[in-house]
């Protein structure tokens, strides 16, 4: 285990190297949930409620629904994607340790620095736009859990799109598609609720939707299926016992030359 918390104290050091860098990507965050809170709350001048939301609540998604997608990048992913295009993945199997822990490990570095980044916008963004709603601590605990059970979930999730790069060189592709169906599917640009309800309700028990609109319906104190609870910890452990039959398939792919 101490091997791979270096790893996680690693990646955290290596983020805090570019301070100008971590200093511009708040500061590009901030200003997109700036401009998406200014246009909606453009639209919600014309009418009080949009499909069960006020100004105040959905301010308060567009701010989180911002800040999960930044803990859910795609990191894990993209970085076997590129061990596995270059083949370094070859020489990672003879080390000591596992290579997808490690990634896990590693991608939990990167979460802490974000999560350093969500705190510091929910600091901020109230001071520049003071429609924000605040639940109770027992609300705060429940999010806190699905948002990680959430987070696990994807990461999960990336694992399998990486390890779609020992079947094409084409990992640029795997990443749109994958931004473009997280994005569609797990609330990012608009909660659920605003989709076709046929289709809002098969999004709503799919892995995606347990990142983001689900967490975030909890913080408002929205009406939830309590059966999705269940249904997130059913997806944990099949989600891990799928990634671990591709990633035993996928190592039966690789090619070893030498002499």
């Known amino acids: 285990m101490t091997k791979y918390l270096h790893v996680t104290r690693q990646m955290i ?12 990507t708040l500061v590009s965050m901030l200003v997109k949930i700036l401009v998406s809170l200014f246009v909606w709350q453009t639209i919600f001048a014309a009418q009080s ?22 803990l859910n990048s795609f990191g894990i992913g993209r970085d ?7 083949g370094n993945i070859t020489g990672e199997l003879l080390l ?3 290579p997808i822990t490690a990634l ?9 620095i974000e999560a350093v980044k969500f705190l510091l916008v929910l600091i901020i963004i109230p001071l520049a736009h003071p429609n924000f709603y605040l639940p109770d601590a027992k609300t705060w605990g429940l999010f806190l859990l699905t948002s990680l059970l959430g987070m696990f979930m994807v990461q999960l999730m990336d694992l399998g799109f990486g390890l779609l790069s020992f079947y ?5 592709g795997l990443l749109i598609l994958r931004e473009g169906i997280f994005n569609l599917s797990a609330g990012v640009l608009l909660p ?9 309700k098969v999004l709503s028990f799919l892995p995606y939707s347990f990142a983001v609109n689900f967490p975030i319906n909890i913080l408002l104190g929205k009406e939830v299926d309590t059966n999705l609870f269940w249904l997130q910890l059913i997806w944990v452990p099949i989600l ?8 035993q398939e996928a190592k039966k792919r690789l090619v070893i030359f030498g002499g």
């Open 13 to 24: 050091i290596l983020q805090l190297q570019y301070k100008s860098f971590f200093i511009a």
């Open 49 to 70: 409620e949009v499909n069960g939301y006020d100004l105040t609540t959905f301010t308060t998604y567009i701010i989180f629904a911002n800040l999960l997608n930044n």
């Open 80 to 86: 076997l994607a590129s061990s596995i295009i270059r």
């Open 96 to 98: 000591p340790y596992s």
């Open 104 to 112: 896990f490990f590693n991608d939990i570095g990167l979460k802490i």
């Open 168 to 172: 094409t060189v084409n990992t640029w």
């Open 192 to 200: 659920l609720s605003f989709y076709p309800a046929p289709i809002a």
């Open 240 to 247: 891990a016992g799928l990634m671990y039959f591709l990633w």
